[in-house]
């Protein structure tokens, strides 16, 4: 059982930037593949971003220049930075863990997610 627990979220205006954290409790965190992932209103769960367990990081094309993945295994985290934030980044931020460590894997290949935190981006 590993529980996720994610922060960061909020309000913002467009071209501003948010960090959002995710923490792990897990005894094996640095063996982990690590990813974010979002959905907005009315519209399906869609990859941001992933990590693995080597610190290999992908990203969706919708973001990769602007959103930046990283993980700190000392302390059970993974942190999602995004810059120039656009209205179209408005979701609920959800993180996710695959325990095989493997990042850039279908959705249902991660097991455990978390809540989920509100970001929402004003024209």
């Known amino acids: 059982q590993v529980q996720l627990v994610e922060s960061g979220g909020g309000l913002v205006q467009a071209g501003d930037s948010l960090r959002l954290s995710c923490a792990a409790s897990?005894?094996?965190?640095?063996?982990?593949?690590m990813g974010w992932f979002r959905q907005a209103p009315g519209k399906e769960r869609e990859f941001v971003a992933t990590?693995?367990?080597?610190?290999?990081?992908f990203y969706d094309d919708s973001v990769k220049g602007r959103f930046t993945i990283s993980r700190d295994n000392a302390r059970n985290t993974v942190y999602l930075q995004m810059n120039s934030l656009k209205p179209e980044d408005t979701a609920v931020y959800y993180c996710a863990a695959n325990l095989r460590g493997s990042a850039n894997i279908p959705q249902s290949r991660y097991n455990y997610w978390g809540q989920g935190t509100q970001v929402t981006v004003s024209s």
């Open positions: 897990g005894r094996t965190f640095s063996s982990y593949a």
């Open positions: 990590i693995s367990r080597n610190g290999n990081a």
